[in-house]
Nanobody, 123 residues
Framework: QVQLVESGGGLVQAGGSLRLSCAASRLAFSSYAMGWFRQAPGKERVFVARISTGGGNTYYADSVKGRFTISRDNAKNTVYLQMNSLNPEDTAVYYC????????????????WGQGTQVTVSS
């Protein structure tokens, strides 16, 4: 079965950086758009960023634009999220997701999900 495994989360001070990775297995990775979502305690899961199959198109939530960068390496079946200038409002569990026909950056557009990695930003 398809597996998406996130890594790279942790505790960081405000203003710091983290790089999340998501390794995919048993998936035709290069055929799938990939996305990152996050979910803070007591809140719904929300879109952060997504990238097209070839990596040529990227999309970001307004709240992270200019601070986060999504990228992918199809040879390694891995998608990344570089997060800079982190602030406490970025604290959440971050999930990667794979979608075969993604037209809109919504949870419902994605077919497979990872288990998530915790990101905590202290003030």
């Amino acid at each position: 079965q398809v597996q998406l495994v996130e890594s790279g989360g942790g505790l960081v001070q405000a203003g710091g950086s983290l790089r999340l990775s998501c390794a995919a297995s048993r998936l035709a990775f290069s055929s799938y758009a990939m996305g990152w979502f996050r979910q803070a305690p007591g809140k719904e899961r929300v879109f952060v960023a997504r990238i097209s199959t070839g990596g040529g198109n990227t999309y970001y939530a307004d709240s992270v634009k200019g601070r986060f960068t999504i990228s992918r390496d199809n040879a390694k079946n891995t998608v990344y999220l570089q997060m800079n200038s982190l602030n406490p409002e970025d604290t959440a569990v971050y999930y990667c997701a794979a979608g075969l026909n993604v037209k809109i950056s919504k949870v419902e557009s994605f077919d497979y999900w990872g288990q998530g990695t915790q990101v905590t930003v202290s003030s």
